[in-house]
């Protein structure tokens, strides 16, 4: 089971669109949920009987409650534009992993039953009726999807496409047929707060063996508080912050930060995650139910402000839907933005002369960056238009004298999935994670050739992990990926303020 | 999917981690092993142990940077890194050590 003889595509000599190979990652199928992961989210535990018709009266009611989602899947003519542009069809050069073919997927059903010539005519309009061999497509298809919507970037209709994507798993989890990875994992946070499973004194325990290790290192003692009421500043990080490498450096970072501007802060062990799953998911009802745990705390504990980690997708369901979801925060401080990025705040601080940052601390590394595909093309960052490109760089220019970005096709809002978001970050489909890497990892070698880089910061569990799997199968070591956070953590100077 | 162990059958989950932990026993967790291509050596054993340990104390798996420090702890510093626990457990520490040890696999962006 261990072994794995899985092996990297190899670069392309120019970033042209591969060749295609029909059906190769068909066989690709993530593990299905158990009933159990199921029911614990309301949904049936497995297909039965009249599935097929209540798919589509799911995607007839999705049609009413969004009526984007019927733009999306009416506009598009088929120009190709998006062909090119998914990590996915490069790295497997399966045609349905074409943005615009696996969109089909869906919108072929949406042809038969909601439109006049799909209902007349299928044949001639490419509509299809509802069968087990088109779920099961879905099935494959839409889990090699990491609705990281850089296709959508190069859409002239400006088609978003992971709603797509969210809109064919919403109709599979409520026909019974969902994904265990995601799955489970939400019904962990419902009942113990976070993805990893982790309990209240188990997060006491890790995050007192922070505080020793940066007293051990530092000689200052940093804290790293759970559930104190009265703090100033809820941080909301992803529970991976508290259980993996790199992550947890990035927390130890974000620590640092708040010991030196001397500002109170806690995480708190009932929300003790900032990743909202349910939005892979494609859920309002359970996307809704993980970010009430975020309001209820902030409350009880009385806060002034609410900070979210580095969390790629976690941002963007904060930025652009806490209010919708669980607001209104009117009970926060009006002074702050709801919700700010741990990376503005750090930002913020470095602009105000309030941190002291050494960059020669990181001397020892050329550092490139790795736009998550949540915060460049989902949200904003800071007040003026690019932030969310410009305020991570600016915060690790700050830490580091090296700084190379890679080629202006693959950052920013152009920037390549890591391979593994979406809900795609399992085991089960290293393969899929492997090669959906190889554009970026491209990328990444050509500035490692040109310019001796050394590590990729990044800003996003997710990425980190991801990054940490799959840069050893493209030869790079796994610690080449850094939180951005642990840059700061390193050049910060700790200790009394002038 | 399950394991056979002295002629009984032990569930197991589609990666091969055991659906009721109460199941573990030490034959189980060399069949495991041996299913993961591992020799294992009283090195590999302590760390086992300890992840159970933590694992009754806490319901979870350790973070891996508690497990290093808690091996550094107990056998000595030149134990207490990733790299050693990586050369025990090439799949990484977390996942196939919870794996032989009988935990449940930590879930999440991990």
């Given at each position: 089971m261990a072994k794995d003889k899985l092996e990297a595509p190899a670069y392309r000599e120019f970033p042209s669109p591969p060749p295609l190979r029909e059906g190769?990652?068909?066989?690709?199928h993530t593990f299905i949920a158990k009933p159990a992961h199921q029911e614990d989210l309301d949904w049936p535990g497995e297909l039965e009987d009249g599935w097929e018709q209540r798919a589509v009266d799911k995607l007839g009611d999705l049609l009413k409650k969004n009526k984007a989602l019927r733009v999306y899947l009416d506009s598009c003519?088929?120009?190709?534009?998006?062909?090119?542009?998914?990590h996915y069809y490069i790295g497997t050069?399966?045609?349905?992993?074409m943005p615009v073919a696996r969109q089909d997927l869906l919108r072929s059903v949406y042809r038969r039953y909601f439109t006049i010539s799909g209902k007349l005519v299928p044949g001639l309009v490419g509509a299809r009726d509802m069968t087990k061999d088109v779920l099961d497509e879905w099935y494959n298809y839409y889990h090699q999807?990491?609705?990281?919507r850089r296709c959508s970037v190069f859409c002239p209709y400006g088609i978003d496409t992971a709603e797509i994507t969210m809109a064919a798993r919403d109709i599979m989890n409520h026909i019974?047929?969902?994904?265990k990875y995601s799955n489970e994992i939400i019904g962990k946070v419902h009942k113990i707060g976070n993805n990893l499973g982790l309990p209240g004194p188990a997060l006491v325990d890790t995050m007192e063996g922070l505080e020793e290790d940066v007293l051990d290192e530092t000689g200052v003692d940093v804290k790293f508080p759970?559930?104190?009421?009265?703090?100033d500043v809820l941080l909301v990080t992803p529970s991976a912050d508290f259980f993996a490498e790199p992550p947890v450096d990035g927390l130890i970072g974000y620590g640092k930060v708040f010991h030196q501007a001397g500002i109170s802060w806690t995480v708190s062990s009932y929300a003790s995650?900032?990743?909202?799953?349910a939005l892979f998911a494609g859920s309002t009802e359970q996307m809704h139910k993980i970010a009430r745990r975020i309001r209820k705390v902030a409350q009880e504990f009385g806060v002034k402000r609410i900070i979210f980690g580095e969390c790629g997708h976690a941002w963007r369901v904060a930025y652009s839907f806490l209010n919708t979801l669980?607001?209104?925060?009117?009970?926060?401080?009006?002074?702050?933005?709801?919700?700010?990025?741990i990376l503005e705040f750090t930002y913020d601080l470095i602009n105000r002369g309030a941190l002291k940052l050494d960059p020669s601390a990181n001397d020892d590394k050329v550092v490139t960056f790795h736009d998550s595909c949540n915060v460049a093309r989902a949200s904003r960052m800071g007040?003026?238009?690019g932030g969310q490109f410009n305020i991570p760089r600016e915060v690790i220019k700050a830490a580091v004298n090296n700084y190379v970005d890679m080629n202006p096709e693959t950052i920013h809002e152009k920037t390549f999935c890591c391979g593994g978001g979406g809900g795609l970050l399992t085991d089960d489909l290293m393969e899929l994670r492997v090669k959906g890497a190889l554009p970026r990892m491209e990328a990444l070698q050509e500035v490692v050739d040109s310019?001796?880089?050394?590590h990729i910061a990044a800003i996003c569990a997710i990425c980190k992990t991801q990054f940490a799997k799959v840069l050893p199968y493209y030869d790079?070591?796994?610690?080449m990926i850094i939180s951005a956070h642990q840059l700061v953590g390193d050049a910060i100077q700790l200790g009394e303020k002038e | 999917m399950s394991y056979e162990v002295n002629g009984k059958t032990i569930e197991c989950d589609e990666e091969g981690y055991?659906?009721?932990?109460?199941?573990?026993?030490l034959d189980v967790a060399k069949i495991i092993a041996k299913d993961e291509n591992l020799d294992m050596t009283d090195e590999h054993w302590e760390v086992i142990d300890y992840l159970r340990e933590y694992y009754d104390e806490y319901q979870i798996a350790p973070a891996v940077r508690v497990l290093v420090k808690a091996i550094k702890k107990k056998f000595g510093p030149e134990k207490g890194n990733n790299k050693y626990l990586y050369e025990l457990f090439p799949y990484g520490p977390a996942k196939q050590a919870c794996k032989i040890a009988g935990l449940p696999k930590p879930t999440g962006c991990v």
């Amino acid at each position: 089971m261990a072994k794995d003889k899985l092996e990297a595509p190899a670069y392309r000599e120019f970033p042209s669109p591969p060749p295609l190979r029909e059906g190769a990652m068909s066989h690709m199928h993530t593990f299905i949920a158990k009933p159990a992961h199921q029911e614990d989210l309301d949904w049936p535990g497995e297909l039965e009987d009249g599935w097929e018709q209540r798919a589509v009266d799911k995607l007839g009611d999705l049609l009413k409650k969004n009526k984007a989602l019927r733009v999306y899947l009416d506009s598009c003519v088929k120009c190709g534009a998006c062909t090119d542009k998914c990590h996915y069809y490069i790295g497997t050069q399966d045609p349905k992993n074409m943005p615009v073919a696996r969109q089909d997927l869906l919108r072929s059903v949406y042809r038969r039953y909601f439109t006049i010539s799909g209902k007349l005519v299928p044949g001639l309009v490419g509509a299809r009726d509802m069968t087990k061999d088109v779920l099961d497509e879905w099935y494959n298809y839409y889990h090699q999807c990491t609705e990281c919507r850089r296709c959508s970037v190069f859409c002239p209709y400006g088609i978003d496409t992971a709603e797509i994507t969210m809109a064919a798993r919403d109709i599979m989890n409520h026909i019974g047929l969902g994904q265990k990875y995601s799955n489970e994992i939400i019904g962990k946070v419902h009942k113990i707060g976070n993805n990893l499973g982790l309990p209240g004194p188990a997060l006491v325990d890790t995050m007192e063996g922070l505080e020793e290790d940066v007293l051990d290192e530092t000689g200052v003692d940093v804290k790293f508080p759970v559930d104190v009421h009265g703090a100033d500043v809820l941080l909301v990080t992803p529970s991976a912050d508290f259980f993996a490498e790199p992550p947890v450096d990035g927390l130890i970072g974000y620590g640092k930060v708040f010991h030196q501007a001397g500002i109170s802060w806690t995480v708190s062990s009932y929300a003790s995650e900032a990743a909202n799953f349910a939005l892979f998911a494609g859920s309002t009802e359970q996307m809704h139910k993980i970010a009430r745990r975020i309001r209820k705390v902030a409350q009880e504990f009385g806060v002034k402000r609410i900070i979210f980690g580095e969390c790629g997708h976690a941002w963007r369901v904060a930025y652009s839907f806490l209010n919708t979801l669980a607001g209104p925060f009117d009970f926060l401080d009006p002074k702050y933005p709801v919700p700010q990025h741990i990376l503005e705040f750090t930002y913020d601080l470095i602009n105000r002369g309030a941190l002291k940052l050494d960059p020669s601390a990181n001397d020892d590394k050329v550092v490139t960056f790795h736009d998550s595909c949540n915060v460049a093309r989902a949200s904003r960052m800071g007040t003026r238009p690019g932030g969310q490109f410009n305020i991570p760089r600016e915060v690790i220019k700050a830490a580091v004298n090296n700084y190379v970005d890679m080629n202006p096709e693959t950052i920013h809002e152009k920037t390549f999935c890591c391979g593994g978001g979406g809900g795609l970050l399992t085991d089960d489909l290293m393969e899929l994670r492997v090669k959906g890497a190889l554009p970026r990892m491209e990328a990444l070698q050509e500035v490692v050739d040109s310019h001796g880089v050394t590590h990729i910061a990044a800003i996003c569990a997710i990425c980190k992990t991801q990054f940490a799997k799959v840069l050893p199968y493209y030869d790079f070591g796994m610690d080449m990926i850094i939180s951005a956070h642990q840059l700061v953590g390193d050049a910060i100077q700790l200790g009394e303020k002038e | 999917m399950s394991y056979e162990v002295n002629g009984k059958t032990i569930e197991c989950d589609e990666e091969g981690y055991l659906e009721d932990i109460g199941e573990w026993s030490l034959d189980v967790a060399k069949i495991i092993a041996k299913d993961e291509n591992l020799d294992m050596t009283d090195e590999h054993w302590e760390v086992i142990d300890y992840l159970r340990e933590y694992y009754d104390e806490y319901q979870i798996a350790p973070a891996v940077r508690v497990l290093v420090k808690a091996i550094k702890k107990k056998f000595g510093p030149e134990k207490g890194n990733n790299k050693y626990l990586y050369e025990l457990f090439p799949y990484g520490p977390a996942k196939q050590a919870c794996k032989i040890a009988g935990l449940p696999k930590p879930t999440g962006c991990v």
